[in-house]
Structures are given as structure tokens and as C-alpha cells.
């Protein structure tokens, strides 16, 4: 298969236009350019749901009333979440605009928008973007819907200086994220602080802040200041107002190799590793937070051979996209059925951290495909599983990814979606194909 798409609805084409760049930025586009493959348990699973979905008997079922119960634990958590993306960690797919607009063409990702500006007017941008990005208005929207879940992914550099070698702004992004936390859980919600660029980077991809880099994997100095991060984050909630409302997220999407959309003998004993140590030391600060895992692209339950039945309250984040593998949209939401009951069997809860709309063939606005994978991926998160949020609370990205012409936004902005009467109301019913 050919990758035409990376993870958190970035194009690739769209990833690099052309102007004279620093070399080192070129080298890293050459390199996601070049790549003609993505393998893997998650490739292998979207495999399956093709097959699942084309042989399913296209029937709709009882209508299920969606839950928004505030958070009390994950166990018995349903989450209507949305994540705030592209707020404290910038990803270019996101908002081209926030690069093209500001001088910032040529950069591909946080850390060369950083590197192509210098580190003082990119600290000025940046700091108006944590001022403006995502707002107490944007909180009040989502209330109004029933969110009681917002994932927020910031990086490593928001806690600690950047390391050498990396461009990053350390500034305000704790600050800002301070204040939106404390008013939106007055609002009745659950924070998840995503780690979601992690040092030496964990997944080689744009959205953890700098593209190719895969460093985190094997290296005992990242290892060292990754605890450190972890030790920092969790101090930080610690120390905030409604403390019991935050759960931290240990890794966003760890890829033992660029592409490899899963893991192997070796990641996951690595993985694990980081997972035991990270938890024993927060354990010493809080006997109480919610911590967060990633699955690795490799099914939540192929975690219970060794996190079975855990009493240390943990949570499974796990991602779910359509965009790449094949799938139709109007098929896509019998896969997201077939998926969310087949993660059921998983012993620790299961949160789906990011999803959105876009299935990777027949997107368009025109009849009520996207409602219908609205609502049926919403449906299936919720009722087999703890939940989800969408991918992304807001989405400026500019693509034609419709075959009607529509671009990214029709499929990865949850305020766009609800402003067309696709996100449900609290309360409301929706309908399922599962
Ligand atoms: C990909 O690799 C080829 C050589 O193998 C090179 O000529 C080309 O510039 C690279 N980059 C892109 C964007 O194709
Ligand atoms: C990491 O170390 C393991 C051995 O513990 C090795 O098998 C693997 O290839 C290494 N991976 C990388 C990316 O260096
Ligand atoms: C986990 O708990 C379930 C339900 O109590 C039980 O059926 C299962 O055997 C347990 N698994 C392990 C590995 O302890
Ligand atoms: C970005 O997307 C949001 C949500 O759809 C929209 O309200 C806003 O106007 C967009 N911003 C720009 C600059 O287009």
C-alpha cells in the first residue's frame, strides 16, 4: 500500500511545499516522501475490518442514548472527549495558515517553524497562539455538548528547556493550560495531559514536534530526562486546584520504526519497561492519578500478558482511523463496531484517545455518510468501550480530501461538525450500525 497520509490528517504533499529549506529539514521530507509502506498489527487490523465490514449485513440497531456522566474513576467512565491538538504542540496539518501566514512556509513541524523564525518571534507567535488557539469560548461550545473529556497533547519542552539539538519554546504553555483546565473542569470535565512529544521523539512522526526524529527508543539519556518528564508532569498536576480530575498520558503513538504501525519483541519490552518505571515513580507522589498508556498500535488487550486485571488504576489509550488502509466511509463504521467490541475483551479500561471521519476512500458532505460515522464510531467507543475523543476539537487544514471536493475540515474539526448538527447534543439519541 501506498502511504499517501500520515497520522493526525496530515498530507503528505502537503507537508512540505518546495521553498528553499535548511537541509536538515530537507533530509527529513526526503525521507517521509520516500517512504512507500506502513506494516504493522494496526495495518493488519484495518486489513481485517475491510473484510469484517464488507461482509457485514448492513442493519441499524436500537437507538443508543449517549452517557456524559463526569468523571469518577475510568472504570465506570464513559468519556465525550475532544482533543485540543495543535494548541500547545503545533502540527502544521492543523493550521497552515499559522506557518504560511507567518513566515514560516518552509517549516514542516513545531521545531523547524522554531528553527525557521528564531526562537524569540516564534516564542511571540506561539504565546499568542496558547492565548487564542483554544479559549474558555471554545470550553463553553463543547460544554454545551457534553463534552466531560479534553486530551490535551503538549511536548516535553513545555516542562523542561528543549535538548540540545532541538529548536523548541519553552514558555507558557503550562500557564495557559493551567487556566483553560481549571475552567473547563469547573465545567464538568476530565483533563488528559498527552505527552505527546516525548525526548530524542518516540514516533518519528510530525505530530510529536519534530519529523524523523526516533531517537527515545534504546537511548539511556532519554530514558533519564523521559522520567524526569514524567516526574515534572506529575508534580504539575499535583499542584493544581482540581488535581483529582487530570490523568496523565505516559506516550503518544510509539513507533519502534518510522512506519511501523505496531510493535516487536523489543519495543514492547522497552515499552514496558518505561510504563513499570514511570508508574512506580509517580505512585511516590500520588497514590491516586489515573495513568495512561498507549497500546502501541497493537490492541489493548495484547497488554494483559502482562497488565491483567491491574489495580493501579490505569487506562489503555488506543487510536482509531480510517483514513489509511483502505476502508469506504460509508463501510468504516461497521469496522469501528467490529474494532470497539473486539478491544471489549481487554481486562483494564480502553479510551479512544483520537479518531475522527475520514475514511480513506468516498469522503464527502453531499448525504449523511458523515453523520452516520459520526455517530456509530461515538456509539461503539462509548457502549463497548470507555469512551473516546475526537480528533480534533478544531481543524484548519486546508486539503481536498473529499471526492466532492470538501476539504480536511468536513472530517477533522468536531466544532465544524457540530455547527452542521453532526456531533449529538447531550442527551440526544443516536443512531448505530453496530
Ligand atoms: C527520494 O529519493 C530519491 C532517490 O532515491 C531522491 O532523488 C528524491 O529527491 C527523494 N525525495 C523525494 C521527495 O522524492
Ligand atoms: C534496541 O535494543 C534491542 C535489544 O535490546 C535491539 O534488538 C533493537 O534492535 C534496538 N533497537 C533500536 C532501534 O536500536
Ligand atoms: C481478570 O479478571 C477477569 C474477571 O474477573 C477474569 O475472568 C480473568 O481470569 C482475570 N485475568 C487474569 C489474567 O487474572
Ligand atoms: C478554524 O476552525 C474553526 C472551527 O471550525 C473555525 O471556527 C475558525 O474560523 C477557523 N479559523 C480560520 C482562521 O479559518
Request: glycine share 10%; proline share 4%; with cysteine.
Amino acid at each position: 500500500m501506498k502511504i499517501t497520509t500520515l497520522l493526525c490528517g496530515l498530507p503528505l504533499a502537503a507537508a512540505f511545499p518546495g521553498a528553499p529549506v535548511p537541509s536538515t529539514i530537507e533530509k527529513r521530507a526526503d525521507d517521509i516522501f520516500n517512504a512507500t509502506s506502513v506494516t504493522g498489527a494496526f495495518v493488519a487490523v484495518l486489513d481485517a475490518v475491510e473484510d469484517v465490514a464488507k461482509a457485514a449485513v448492513k442493519k441499524t440497531s436500537p437507538k443508543v442514548v449517549s452517557k456524559h456522566a463526569k468523571f469518577a474513576g475510568w472504570k465506570d467512565f464513559k468519556a465525550n472527549g475532544v482533543n485540543l491538538g495543535g494548541w500547545l504542540s503545533l502540527e502544521k496539518g492543523i493550521d497552515p495558515a499559522f506557518f504560511n501566514d507567518n513566515g514560516a512556509s518552509e517549516a514542516i513541524d513545531e521545531d523547524s517553524f522554531c528553527a525557521v523564525l528564531g526562537k524569540k518571534e516564534c516564542g511571540r507567535l506561539l504565546e499568542q497562539r496558547y492565548a487564542s488557539y483554544f479559549t474558555e469560548k471554545d470550553v463553553d461550545i463543547f460544554a454545551s455538548y457534553g463534552v466531560n473529556t479534553l486530551r490535551v497533547p503538549i511536548g516535553y519542552w513545555a516542562f523542561m528547556p528543549a535538548i540540545a539539538g532541538d529548536n523548541y519554546y519553552t514558555g507558557g504553555q503550562l500557564s495557559a493550560f493551567s487556566a483553560l483546565a481549571k475552567y473547563a473542569v469547573n465545567k464538568g470535565m476530565h483533563i488528559i495531559v498527552d505527552l505527546h512529544g516525548l525526548p530524542g521523539g518516540q514516533n518519528g512522526l510530525d505530530n510529536q514536534g519534530k519529523t524523523g526524529q526516533l531517537e527515545w527508543w534504546n537511548s539511556t539519556t532519554h530514558y533519564t530526562e523521559t522520567l524526569k518528564l514524567v516526574d515534572l508532569a506529575t508534580k504539575w498536576i499535583t499542584k493544581q486546584p482540581h488535581k483529582d480530575q487530570f490523568t496523565l498520558g505516559l506516550i503518544n503513538e510509539p513507533l519502534p520504526y518510522l512506519y511501523q504501525f505496531g510493535q516487536v519483541d523489543w519495543s514492547f519490552d522497552y515499552l514496558n519497561k518505561y510504563y513499570t518505571d514511570a508508574l512506580a515513580q509517580i505512585r511516590k507522589t500520588t497514590k491516586t492519578m489515573p495513568v495512561m498508556f498507549s497500546d502501541g498500535f497493537s490492541g489493548p488487550q495484547t497488554w494483559d500478558q502482562w497488565w491483567a486485571n491491574s489495580t493501579q488504576n490505569i487506562v489503555f489509550d488506543t487510536h482509531i482511523y480510517f483514513f489509511t488502509g483502505g476502508s469506504y466511509s460509508y463501510d468504516a463504521p461497521y469496522g469501528a463496531c467490529y474494532l470497539a467490541k473486539s478491544y471489549q475483551v481487554a481486562t483494564n479500561p480502553v479510551f479512544i484517545g483520537e479518531w475522527s471521519i475520514q475514511a480513506s476512500e468516498f469522503n464527502h458532505a453531499g448525504d449523511d455518510t458523515r453523520k452516520v460515522f459520526f455517530d456509530s464510531q461515538f456509539s461503539a467507543y462509548t457502549t463497548f468501550l470507555n469512551g473516546g475523543a475526537f480528533w480534533n476539537g478544531k481543524h484548519n487544514g486546508t486539503n481536498i480530501v473529499g471526492d466532492d471536493g470538501t476539504d480536511q475540515t468536513f472530517y477533522w474539526s468536531w466544532q465544524k461538525l457540530a455547527s452542521e448538527g453532526i456531533v449529538p447534543k447531550a442527551g440526544e439519541t443516536v443512531q448505530t450500525l453496530c
